[in-house]
């Protein structure tokens, strides 16, 4: 890992035009994900450059790492020739990914320079929904026949698996439909005479085209797979989604709820590769909607001015049973988002949810109504009404709040939403209203202002 | 996946007292992942019988998905017998799982049933820091030498594979030091005459065992790998880090990062496996010391009480001043601490952070402070002298909350604090704090209160 070259190394060599042991130390020090970052650094024209210097296969991955905007500017500056020697090395799924983001006539050139069949394939790729598993699937995988004998299956694996992009799991098909799944682990150390039909595994896990490419990731990573099989409608077998692709997804994924439960619009673009204004694009929908939403926390509280004109002091404790109510509504809320999200809680819990967080809510209520009752008492904020009352208010708040937090994402989830929307900002503004009704409701009535 | 048998048939045939069709049918239908979790929700004795039925290798693997509780209580009702044929078949990275969370007693029954050279083996891996790469390794792996053919080599696989976690990336190691690695994919696809050493490559990407277990799954994840190398000190190769566990590791980091970002002591059990009062453990150390720090805010607001007497509608803009810093806070905060633990953002980017952040917020306070201007002169809730007191502690709040969001999770890192714990809660307790400072030092300043 540190033996790797750094920036200043690769420019040295590049403007003392030293090609030849620059293009020896990119081959042998540099992995293809690092090299794709560090020509991020770069000028357009060293990138170019030093592009034009790699071997075929190391051009391939290291332009599959690379972001789009990088992408498009090579492909703007390299030949016919050299795009078509990039694309072919590329699998056919990498090469989808790149024509997905692409301008129209980026793709029009991209698909001119790829092969007949290739290009049939991809087309088909094409057409599956952006978030479907079909969109990230391959379609290069080995197939067997249940006939042949383990030693048959292993010189066909020798024969064909140089341009397959994982062939640790084969699957055996008939008519096109998948009937087993057999490890090359298994083959490999089992007796060369015997039947693949004997050696495969007839339980069958896998997903569907349309399923959702999240879904399938997730089935991945619950079953600790290295690919995932791929069906039609007609359950014939079309690709396969393997592990590193899946690890892939379930980081967007998560960045991505991650965002939305902070108030963001998702983004797919790095922090640093996201400009100024598109930060303030993300940011500026909820930031308006929230700040709009607390127009009626404002209103109800504008209805009791003569309350706080008699007793100013009331004003200083709505700040902290705010945030106390915030803070109980966004633990549970994130309990229950997650808990969807990793398929620890399904949509049929909802009441063991309630159930659970109500008794929660009311032990945590009572501890820390009593901790601030006696603040209160100790700093002289108030006497024992002024306790009473808070204490009072507190208590409802988090009920409130660790109800309406846990169940908020379930009706999201039931409804087709995000779940991840019912997360802290919304949660924060709804209990924002809620605990200035209920306060001023206790504290008009016990103090009778 | 639909061709599961679901809990009703399996107790029909289990009470039907059928167990020869049970044990069939489990094996035929049942994934060892699926059958842990339908086992989850059986009574005790029920789970003992049908885990009797399995055959050894379906018993490890089920035994090795199960939950903590669940393991200890079939350790207790297992004869020493029956537990040594589970453990035997258990691969050596999972056992060291299954006895970290076991009570002391019932590790030296595990450790008494398990063989010396195996027990060797674990005793060592028990040794590494918990959250180590070291840790989550298995010792399970293929070694080559640089002088064997790849005929040679393809022999070696097939006799000594099986008992190894993965066999697809081969380590060529001299005197135990890592100098190659080579994928099975490539022996299998290369003339049988040539050499390991001139297939191998030896750009290695590898990990220490005493790094962080967060570190080494990212680094599977960046490279796409299938499995990493772990060295010792003396860059000795002791074991490898595969997949599945990296995704485990990650899809863990993440539910912590995300729980500790909403208020929540980190848990590793799932949502309902976690009792009442464990839930209320996790979640009243936050909710307390944020409750208490809002009294810092109380304090501010106590000194104003005259202002607040005179003019008891300002109380009415707080809650929307202090919810709008708090969002723009935490969505600065959220993005910093995500762009850190999926790597986009070093320790050393805090200036270009900040730069970036301070923009954002001029652009966003701008957009608030007019439209939330205009709305208090059109709801008639002020004059224009209100609407600019109320613009310019917006404009304040927003640049200081943005700041603040940004700056505080890459000082944690910084001293070695988990960056999650500068998330929301904490973020809009300081913006509460610094909101209602700004707010009545401009309105008394303009009003002259």
Same mark, same amino acid.
């Given at each position: 890992?540190?033996?790797? $070259? &750094?920036?200043?190394?690769?420019? @040295? !060599?590049?403007? %003392?035009?030293?090609?030849?042991? +620059?293009? *020896?130390?990119? /081959? #042998?020090?540099?992995?293809?994900?690092?090299?794709?970052?560090?020509?991020?650094?770069?000028?357009?024209?060293?990138?170019?450059?030093?592009?034009?210097?790699?071997?075929?296969?190391?051009?391939?991955?290291?332009?599959?790492? $690379? &972001?789009?905007?990088?992408?498009? @500017? !090579?492909?703007? %500056?390299?030949?016919?020739?050299? +795009?078509? *020697?990039?694309? /072919? #090395?590329?699998?056919?799924?990498?090469?989808?990914?790149?024509?997905?983001?692409?301008?129209?006539?980026?793709?029009?050139?991209?698909?001119?320079?790829?092969?007949?069949?290739?290009?049939?394939?991809?087309?088909?790729?094409?057409?599956?929904?952006?978030?479907?598993?079909?969109?990230?699937?391959?379609?290069?995988?080995?197939? +067997?026949?249940?006939?042949?004998?383990?030693?048959?299956?292993?010189?066909?694996?020798?024969?064909?698996?140089?341009?397959?992009?994982?062939?640790?799991?084969?699957?055996?098909?008939?008519?096109?439909?998948?009937?087993?799944?057999?490890?090359?682990?298994?083959?490999?150390?089992?007796?060369?005479?015997?039947?693949?039909?004997?050696?495969?595994?007839?339980?069958?896990?896998?997903?569907?085209?349309?399923?959702?490419?999240?879904?399938?990731?997730?089935?991945?990573?619950?079953?600790?797979?290295?690919?995932?099989?791929?069906?039609?409608?007609?359950?014939?077998?079309?690709?396969?989604?393997?592990?590193?692709?899946?690890?892939?997804?379930?980081?967007?994924?998560?960045?991505?709820?991650?965002?939305?439960?902070?108030?963001?619009?998702?983004?797919?673009?790095?922090?640093?590769?996201?400009?100024?204004?598109?930060?303030?694009?993300?940011?500026?929908?909820?930031?308006?909607?929230?700040?709009?939403?607390?127009?009626?926390?404002?209103?109800?509280?504008?209805?009791?001015?003569?309350?706080?004109?008699?007793?100013?002091?009331?004003?200083?404790?709505?700040?902290?049973?705010?945030?106390?109510?915030?803070?109980?509504?966004?633990?549970?809320?994130?309990?229950?988002?997650?808990?969807?999200?990793?398929?620890?809680?399904?949509?049929?819990?909802?009441?063991?949810?309630?159930?659970?967080?109500?008794?929660?809510?009311?032990?945590?209520?009572?501890?820390?109504?009593?901790?601030?009752?006696?603040?209160?008492?100790?700093?002289?904020?108030?006497?024992?009404?002024?306790?009473?009352?808070?204490?009072?208010?507190?208590?409802?708040?988090?009920?409130?709040?660790?109800?309406?937090?846990?169940?908020?994402?379930?009706?999201?989830?039931?409804?087709?939403?995000?779940?991840?929307?019912?997360?802290?900002?919304?949660?924060?503004?709804?209990?924002?209203?809620?605990?200035?009704?209920?306060?001023?409701?206790?504290?008009?009535?016990?103090?009778?202002?």
């Amino acid at each position: 890992m540190d033996m790797q $070259m &750094n920036k200043e190394r690769v420019l @040295e !060599l590049l403007h %003392a035009h030293q090609y030849k042991k +620059l293009k *020896e130390e990119l /081959e #042998e020090q540099m992995h293809p994900v690092d090299l794709a970052e560090m020509l991020e650094e770069l000028e357009p024209l060293e990138r170019v450059l030093i592009f034009r210097l790699l071997a075929k296969e190391e051009a391939a991955e290291t332009f599959t790492n $690379m &972001n789009s905007d990088m992408r498009e @500017e !090579l492909i703007n %500056a390299l030949t016919e020739q050299e +795009l078509e *020697e990039v694309m /072919e #090395e590329m699998y056919i799924d990498d090469t989808v990914d790149v024509l997905e983001e692409m301008p129209a006539n980026v793709v029009d050139r991209l698909l001119l320079s790829i092969d007949a069949e290739k290009r049939a394939q991809i087309n088909t790729l094409l057409q599956y929904p952006e978030d479907s598993a079909g969109s990230i699937m391959t379609v290069d995988y080995i197939a +067997l026949r249940k006939e042949m004998t383990v030693q048959e299956a292993i010189l066909k694996i020798r024969q064909v698996g140089l341009n397959k992009e994982t062939i640790y799991t084969c699957y055996v098909t008939e008519k096109r439909r998948l009937i087993g799944q057999v490890d090359l682990k298994e083959i490999l150390t089992t007796s060369e005479s015997r039947l693949i039909e004997d050696v495969m595994d007839t339980n069958l896990i896998f997903a569907q085209t349309t399923d959702d490419k999240e879904d399938a990731a997730r089935i991945i990573n619950k079953y600790g797979l290295i690919a995932l099989p791929i069906l039609d409608h007609e359950m014939c077998m079309v690709g396969l989604v393997t592990v590193d692709d899946a690890m892939q997804v379930i980081q967007e994924e998560t960045t991505e709820d991650i965002s939305i439960m902070a108030g963001l619009s998702p983004n797919e673009d790095s922090y640093f590769g996201t400009t100024v204004f598109e930060h303030v694009k993300n940011r500026l929908p909820w930031l308006l909607f929230l700040m709009l939403s607390a127009t009626v926390t404002q209103m109800i509280m504008g209805h009791y001015e003569m309350a706080l004109a008699v007793m100013p002091q009331l004003a200083g404790f709505i700040p902290m049973l705010m945030g106390t109510g915030g803070n109980c509504g966004s633990q549970s809320s994130t309990l229950v988002i997650r808990g969807l999200a990793v398929g620890e809680i399904q949509l049929n819990d909802v009441l063991k949810v309630m159930f659970k967080e109500v008794r929660v809510a009311l032990i945590i209520s009572l501890i820390l109504s009593v901790v601030n009752g006696v603040r209160i008492l100790l700093m002289g904020q108030g006497g024992a009404l002024t306790a009473l009352a808070i204490g009072l208010t507190m208590a409802c708040t988090i009920v409130i709040a660790k109800i309406v937090g846990c169940t908020l994402p379930l009706f999201a989830k039931r409804v087709g939403l995000d779940p991840a929307i019912m997360a802290t900002p919304l949660i924060s503004t709804l209990v924002d209203i809620s605990t200035v009704t209920v306060y001023f409701a206790i504290v008009t009535a016990i103090f009778h202002i």
